[in-house]
């Protein structure tokens, strides 16, 4: 079983920075990548950025140059950092896994979200 645990999120001015931080616990034999997502009331989770285990990141469009993924292999903890705020931004952010037992079956973990609300 893993466990993760999101923090960081809160209210930000536009423009403002914030960063969010996922702690993962428990038993796993090897983590693929770990990653972001967000949903808005309304519309469909979609993903904000990945980080696999050798370091390579993925990022949508609209986070490009704004949002940074970062990881600290040995405290097992992602990190996202949010710079320039829209208020587009403003959804609930979740952790995800991905992650392989010693026998090579997939399994896919989620936090229980964050909130991020970008108001003036």
């Known amino acids: 079983q893993v466990q993760l645990v999101e923090s960081g999120g809160g209210l930000v001015q536009p423009g403002g920075s914030l960063c969010l931080s996922c702690?993962?616990?428990?038993?796993?034999?090897?983590?693929?990548?770990m990653g972001w997502y967000r949903q808005a009331p309304g519309k469909a989770r979609e993903l904000v950025a990945s980080?696999?285990?050798?370091?390579?990141?993925n990022y949508a469009d609209s986070m490009k140059g704004r949002f940074t993924i970062s990881r600290d292999n040995v405290r097992n903890t992602v990190y996202l950092q949010m710079n320039s705020l829209k208020l587009e931004d403003t959804a609930v952010y979740y952790c995800?896994?991905?992650?392989?037992?010693?026998?090579?079956?997939?399994?896919?973990?989620w936090g229980q979200g964050t909130q991020v609300t970008v108001s003036s």
């Open positions: 980080i696999t285990s050798s370091g390579s990141t």
């Open positions: 702690a993962a616990s428990g038993v796993i034999f090897r983590i693929i990548a």
């Open positions: 995800n896994a991905d992650s392989n037992d010693l026998v090579g079956r997939n399994f896919n973990f």
